[in-house]
């Protein structure tokens, strides 16, 4: 079945640390996106990719890095300058032309210890 | 820049009876799409109903309809006969007809059904 892996489900970092969350899809979707989610904050958009090899930042970028090497693949970084990382994190994909709207991963909770 | 507002934080309902969310949005487009989006206790969002704003007839998913107000630029969400299923937190966007933009948000409504 197609659809969105994101990996891993929870994830604990130090203080200091860069971390890599995984999000991968087997859709052929040409648009990926990451989102972050804070209770009462919503969805806020930190990095998108509508092509390969290509990104631009969201609302929230800073203290954040992605790339976009395969079309299937686009992993988020949380680096050791993003103050307060402690969130879930969603990532979506949605297919060219089409008012489908996204597929969504089932997302990474990702805590600072 | 494209804003999208939902002023209930928290809503209730009783089993079996109908509730209505709000969502109000600000664009200059003129046309556009808009979504709602559940997401159950499990995290895992899911498309409840979307509707596309040249259609001016409201969009329907069974016990989900929509009531579009192109020119007050309202978008809320009815959940008629409502079931403890329903109980999750609902999210409005909105994306630009256009190319892969990406979808912009509400802060959310937290649905809770009562037996």
């Known amino acids: 079945d197609g659809g969105i892996t994101q990996s891993p489900k929870y994830l604990f970092r130090k203080e200091g640390q860069n971390v890599t969350l995984s999000c991968e899809q087997n859709?052929?979707?040409?648009?990926m996106y990451w989102y972050r989610q804070d209770p009462g904050q919503g969805l806020r958009l930190i990095y998108y990719?509508?092509?390969?090899?290509?990104?631009q930042k969201g609302d929230i970028a800073e203290g954040y890095s992605v790339s976009r090497e395969k079309k299937e693949s686009f992993p988020l970084t949380v680096t050791s300058a993003q103050k307060n990382p402690t969130a879930f994190y969603l990532c979506?994909?949605?297919?060219?032309?089409?008012?489908?709207?996204?597929?969504f991963g089932s997302g990474t909770r990702l805590t600072v210890v | 820049a494209q804003t999208v507002t939902q002023s209930q934080p928290e809503m209730s309902v009783q089993e079996a009876e109908t509730v209505t969310l709000s969502c109000t949005y600000d664009t200059s487009e003129s046309d556009y799409y808009l979504f709602w989006y559940k997401q159950p206790p499990s995290r895992q969002m899911i498309l409840v109903i979307r509707q596309e704003a040249y259609k001016q007839q409201n969009a329907t998913e069974n016990r989900f309809s929509v009531n579009f107000q192109k020119a007050a630029k309202s978008f809320s969400l009815k959940i008629s006969d409502s079931q403890l299923g329903d109980a999750a937190m609902y999210f409005c966007a909105y994306r630009r007809h256009s190319g892969n933009t990406p979808l912009v948000f509400g802060k959310g409504t937290r649905l809770s059904v009562i037996a």
């Open positions: 979506a994909s949605m297919r060219d032309t089409t008012n489908y709207g996204y597929t």
């Open positions: 859709l052929n979707h040409d648009a």
């Open positions: 990719s509508q092509i390969v090899n290509d990104f």
